[in-house]
């Protein structure tokens, strides 16, 4: 009988560890219990099916149950784990109806994360939305029509790309921002820019604010925002993602500082032969060494492979974590990789920051825009701590390159001394980033 392993979590990580311990244990016997209805789904893709960039629900299935069936791994759904007993290795879950248990020799706890809720009165009734599910989206669709009115409360990724799609169905949206927009990933100068944006294209943004109050009967009628009351008909929650860890910590695994469950560079936890990965898992960021939850599906994906080889025999170490995001809004990219200035200076670090704006082509050759890339180094040293970037196409591809020369230790003389390509149609001679990097270099020099 090959290694029993079950994986609790049928999201990114989740799959992702099923799938890598079938690639290193073919005798495995492999199960995983997830508590939705849908075979593994992107997450990331369910702000676009809201607004019909995805054309339907249905394609933002990535792992159909066939592809779980080709592996010979056996999935379970819709099915709630009830309980976690590590020196048994049992697992107890309820499934149709009946309670059922399994036994495992290794364990991987992928639980994921749930939205973030106002604790307001009121946040229960008719009308309040979030956008974690399969299930969430579809109720989204369903219910908002033209002309509804939406107020938005955070400055999230999915809160942004959620109120773009709204805005995209005909609704009448409103952003509430207590801080400002996209805080954890861009400096004030980019959230500035990026509310003017957003304003630009018909959001009514709400700055200094926060939800006070949630008015309604049965269902919502209005919000009270920094005193004023704001009729509307729903009401968005997108502030961020809590971590589910109540069946990790009910079997005495230790939870961190941040509410996830600890893991360390292995995807373990702090009991033997249980690993955990994804929203739920509490691990180290590269730079500042803190520890740090990641929403993001590349970590999940990454850290899921490690946690299922790891879980089958291996020693596979994690993916470094720098925080790499790019987001698409109202027809503007944006990328953070690394700490903005505001963290690195939270985190200790003697910071110098250039922001530059340089063209992607020469300007005799059409087709090319203005990029602004935001670059923070440590002073002195030079070493290059993170960066923001803001245009119209390839942000990915720039965030990328930083994201690599960020994890090679580069200083911003090494990285402005690169030998970049170079065809007009393609690039100038100096790429935005490289700019940014020349800039930079000379400043230090100066202090």
């Known amino acids: 009988m090959g290694k029993r392993i079950v994986i609790i979590g049928g999201g990114t990580a989740g799959a992702s560890a099923a799938f890598a311990v079938r690639m290193k244990d073919k005798d495995a016997e492999i199960t995983v219990i997830t508590d939705e209805k849908y075979p593994t789904y992107s997450r990331c893709a369910l702000p676009f099916a809201v607004s019909g960039k995805v054309k339907s629900l249905e394609k933002c299935i990535v792992f159909d149950e066939t592809k779980f069936k080709a592996q010979r791994i056996s999935l379970i759904k819709p099915a709630k784990a009830l309980s976690l007993d590590t020196e048994k290795r049992e697992i107890v879950f309820e499934s149709g109806g009946e309670r059922k248990s399994l036994y495992y020799d290794s364990l991987v706890l992928s639980t994921g994360g749930r939205a973030s809720v106002a604790s307001l009165s009121g946040a229960q009734l008719e009308g309040n939305l979030v956008l974690r599910t399969y299930d969430d989206a579809a109720r989204m669709i369903n219910l908002i029509k033209r002309g509804a009115r939406v107020v938005v409360n955070g400055a999230s990724f999915v809160a942004l790309e959620v109120a773009e799609a709204l ?12 801080s400002r927009v996209l805080r954890a990933f861009v400096d004030p100068q980019i959230s500035d820019f990026l509310k003017k944006h957003l304003e630009s294209h018909g959001i009514s943004v709400l700055q200094g604010a926060e939800v006070e109050k949630i008015e309604g009967d049965s269902r919502i009628k209005a919000v009270i925002v920094g005193g004023d009351r704001i009729e509307t008909d729903f009401l968005f929650h997108g502030t961020g993602t809590l971590a589910n860890t109540e069946l990790a910590k009910s079997a005495g695994i230790s939870i961190g500082k941040t509410g996830g469950i600890i893991a360390d560079k292995f995807m373990r936890t702090s009991v033997p032969d249980v690993y955990t990965c994804g929203d739920c898992a509490e691990i180290e960021h590269y730079i500042t060494k803190r520890p740090t939850l990641s929403a993001l599906g590349t970590i999940a994906a990454r850290h899921g492979m490690a946690a299922g080889e790891n879980a089958a025999g291996g020693e596979r170490s994690t993916a470094p974590v720098l925080g790499a995001t790019v987001m698409h809004l109202f027809g503007l990219e944006i990328g953070s990789v690394g700490l903005t200035e505001v963290q690195a200076k939270d985190a200790g670090f003697d910071t110098v920051c250039m922001q ?12 090319g825009e203005e990029v602004s890339v935001r670059m923070v180094a440590e002073n002195k040293s030079g070493r290059i701590l993170g960066a923001q970037v803001v245009c119209t196409k390839a942000a990915a591809i720039r965030v990328n390159l930083l994201s690599t020369a960020i994890l090679a230790g580069m200083t911003v003389s090494q990285f402005a001394d690169s030998d970049f390509c170079y065809s007009p149609p393609c690039s100038d001679v100096w790429a935005p980033e490289a700019i940014a990097a020349q800039t930079l270099a000379r400043r230090l020099k100066r202090t």
């Open 356 to 367: 530059v704006k340089y063209p992607s082509l020469p300007h005799y050759f059409e087709g």
């Open 167 to 178: 805005k995209e169905r005909g609704a009448d949206v409103k952003l509430v921002v207590r």
